[in-house]
T-cell receptor
Framework: AQTVTQSQPEMSVQEAETVTLSCTYD???????LFWYKQPPSRQMILVIR??????QNATENRFSVNFQKAAKSFSLKISDSQLGDAAMYFC?????????????FGQGTILTVHP | DAGITQSPRYKITETGRQVTLMCHQT?????MFWYRQDLGHGLRLIYY???????DKGEVPDGYVVSRSKTENFPLTLESATRSQTSVYFC????????????FGPGTRLTVT
């Protein structure tokens, strides 16, 4: 079974600085998708970024980028120029490709605090 | 464009009562999901549905029932609520057809006393 591990229960960053959140996963699949979701205090789960395993290029969405290391099964999220609105719980999630459609496996989450 | 909505947003019920949580999406997504979120467990899949009248169990289905008679609705019923079902429940949807990300509703906080 696939597992997703976020080893940092909490992280903090100063406003305008850069922070990296870690995620590792375990899978025997070659085709899969990885996601980062943000959950602010409002509780809403918001998709931040996605990465397809077959793509070597790291995904980027504005201030958010990933460092995808397929051999190491690592998928970290880098937030640049951190803003107060980035404060939230961040979840890493894995989805196998092909016929395993629908089964997102989540990590335990990392609480990010942004200090002004 | 309402997207995906859940009702109620908050619910308090007593042990043994039947409770139904509603989920409605306006995107015509094929797939819909129910998760529960608990401290220390992250999000866990309860049930999911690939289309109307097609449902399947997730990781923690015991004590829950789902139905999907229409594509846009996916209600979750707790047949006889227990205190261990106190949680935040999220509904999500996904279009399928090679798109794997899921889009979440705002959640329902359920307390069973």
């Amino acid at each position: 079974a696939q597992t997703v591990t976020q080893s940092q229960p909490e992280m903090s960053v100063q406003e305008a600085e850069t922070v990296t959140l870690s995620c590792t996963y375990d899978t025997s699949e070659s085709d899969y998708y990885l996601f980062w979701y943000k959950q602010p205090p409002s509780r809403q789960m918001i998709l931040v970024i996605r990465q397809e395993a077959y793509k070597q290029q790291n995904a980027t969405e504005n201030r958010f980028s990933v460092n995808f290391q397929k051999a190491a099964k690592s998928f970290s999220l880098k937030i640049s120029d951190s803003q107060l609105g980035d404060a939230a719980m961040y979840f890493c999630a894995y989805h196998a490709g092909g016929t395993s459609y629908g089964k997102l496996t989540f990590g335990q989450g990392t609480i990010l605090t942004v200090h002004p | 464009d309402a997207g995906i909505t859940q009702s109620p947003r908050y619910k308090i019920t007593e042990t043994g009562r039947q409770v139904t949580l509603m989920c409605h999406q306006t995107w015509s997504h094929s797939y819909m999901f129910w998760y529960r979120q608990d401290l220390g467990h992250g999000l866990r899949l309860i049930y999911y549905s690939a289309a109307a009248d097609i449902t399947d169990k997730g990781e923690v289905p015991d004590g829950y029932v789902v139905s999907r008679s229409k594509t846009e609705n996916f209600p979750l019923t707790l047949e006889s609520a227990t205190r261990s079902q106190t949680s935040v429940y999220f509904c999500a949807s996904s279009p399928g057809q090679g798109v794997y990300e899921q889009y979440f509703g705002p959640g329902t906080r359920l307390t069973v006393t």
